[in-house]
């Protein structure tokens, strides 16, 4: 019982450790539970209440903050009940997000991380985890293929912010003097980017002061890649116009198609016309760890940068998102501000290792342990394995799929990532033939079942619209604890929920 100890009875309080052992033990046993009822697929994805009602406090759960301490028991009662009403992101049914999954070694990193409780900027007060950031890094780019003497990066706080240094890198490259005189002395300059691309590189056309109107959506063929083609009179007439054409985004597995771009094409594009090529690889990065799938990533060897997040199909715990830069020293100039009082040049040691004005932060969170430790405990080998499942489970969704008249798939065609669009056509509209009356019919039919099964709270799949497409399911797997049993579950949920 713990309803008369406080906080101030924990360590370093005197005679504390006997409590914060007790306490500890408790939240363990909280942990532990969670976990356990993560992998119950009789458990709840989640238990779903509205913003309201989180608001108002319900059933004893009150986010309201007292002014006096409340005791050990009622932060108990807390911490159960936040896990409580979240949702289990580790769940085997769980196919909302790209990121999925619970890892315990993974897991057990977080936990080490946040017990030591430091700052990325020096390898004074993180000796052990900068220089395991360096090993990580450098495994990163032999898995890409490059040379380790050239490359360069860092982890940052996911891949929205690793698609904006690699546009903040490509500037300075070609305009060094941008650090000191902003962007006004300089040329009207344009980025290109898939159309179907992830959303970042218009915010990082915004932060930098670009504007997003200078971002050029460049067309996708039928399976949502760029049409080199498109891409190549695209630049031509930016310059044409007088503008200065700098960057191509090229993407390694969209964010809802699970498309990947013709790397090789791009690369000779940038080469020819001069262009910095960065590959989001956030989502599709996963695969070269693959022997099997690695080739849908030809050509990223030749890349300038790469967004790489391992928290997605490699199960790294939140948040884990690498931007990798093939030229060793740039991003330390392009970022620099040598702040005297924390990268002092007489330390004792390599100051080389002071990575932390490599970035525009000046407080980093440690994100390289858990997936050092995962690497550590899985191998090479182990993430092959687990991400040839993730593709095996979206090739066997696919297959069951198109066999069924009551569901038809986006693309008809073998998914090259584990995203599967598809659309559940309710007996009511399986007769009616095709018009816009129909569209919008099945335009509603994503969003109801998806409250439902919210409510019900017995899995979890994204939908959106896109382009001339109505509202349609995205599946995505990146869980290692799913298995095909969920994916049958799953087809015959979307039916029970999308009754007419
Ligand atoms: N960074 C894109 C993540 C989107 C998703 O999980 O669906």
């Known amino acids: 019982d713990f309803s008369s100890i406080f906080a101030k009875d924990l360590l370093p309080a005197n005679n504390g450790e006997e409590q914060t052992m007790r306490f500890l033990m408790e939240v363990f046993e909280i942990l532990l539970n969670y976990i356990r009822k993560t992998f119950d697929r009789t458990s709840k994805v989640l238990d779903f209440h ?18 006096q301490p409340e005791s050990l028991e009622q932060i108990l009662v807390d911490c159960r009940d936040t896990l409580k009403y979240g949702v289990k992101t580790g769940h085997p049914r769980f196919f909302n997000q790209l990121s999925s999954g619970l890892d315990v070694i993974g897991l057990v990193g977080e936990w080490l991380t946040s017990t030591a409780n430091t700052n990325m900027f020096t390898f004074e007060i993180a000796p052990v985890f900068t220089i395991m950031e360096e090993v990580l890094l450098k495994k990163m780019s032999t898995v890409l293929r490059w040379s380790q003497d050239e490359s360069d990066g860092i982890f940052l706080a996911g891949g929205a912010m690793s698609n904006l240094y690699s546009i903040l890198a490509a500037r300075y490259k070609r305009f060094p003097e941008v650090k000191t005189q902003g962007v006004a002395s300089f040329p009207r300059m344009v980025l290109f980017t898939s159309e179907l691309g992830h959303y970042s590189i218009m915010k990082g056309a915004m932060v930098l002061g670009l504007g997003t109107d200078n971002v050029i959506p460049v067309k996708c063929n039928s ?60 989502w599709g990065g996963g695969l070269l760890m693959s022997q099997k799938h690695r080739y849908k990533l030809t050509g990223i060897e030749r890349a300038n940068s790469v967004t790489w997040n391992p928290h997605k199909i490699m199960g790294v715990p939140l ?20 702040a005297q009082y924390l990268f002092q040049k007489d330390k004792l040691y390599d100051v080389s290792y002071d990575t932390g004005d490599k970035t525009i932060l000046c407080g980093r969170h440690v994100d390289v342990f858990k997936f050092w430790l995962m690497w550590k405990a899985k191998g090479t080998s182990g993430f092959e394995k687990q991400i040839n499942k993730c593709l095996e489970l979206a090739e066997y969704l696919h297959s ?92 015959e949920e979307l039916v029970r929920l999308g009754k007419d």
């Open 50 to 67: 509205h913003p309201h009602q989180f608001l108002k406090g319900m059933e004893g759960f009150t986010l309201e903050l007292p002014d």
């Open 223 to 282: 399976r949502g890649k760029i049409i080199s083609a498109e891409l190549e009179a695209s630049i031509i007439e930016a310059k044409q116009k007088g503008f200065v054409p700098l960057y191509v985004n090229a993407t390694a597995g969209t964010t809802v198609y699970g498309a990947f771009d013709p790397l090789n094409d791009i690369a000779d594009i940038c080469e020819k016309h001069n262009l910095w090529m960065h590959v989001d690889a956030a």
């Open 400 to 491: 069951k799929l198109k066999r069924r008249n009551d569901f038809k798939l986006v693309f008809d065609d073998k998914p090259e990532h584990t995203n599967v669009c598809f659309w559940y056509i309710p007996p009511s509209l399986q007769e009616m033939p095709e018009s816009a009356e129909r569209d919008s019919q099945l335009h509603q039919v994503a969003p109801k079942i998806k409250a439902r099964m919210m409510e019900e709270g017995s899995l979890m799949v994204g939908y959106q619209p896109q382009g001339h497409n109505v509202n349609f399911f995205r599946m995505v797997f990146s869980n290692p604890a799913t298995n095909k049993s969920d994916v049958d579950f799953l087809i």
């Open 319 to 338: 948040q884990c998102s690498a931007i990798l830069i093939h030229e060793k020293g740039l991003l330390q100039n392009c970022n620099k501000m040598g």
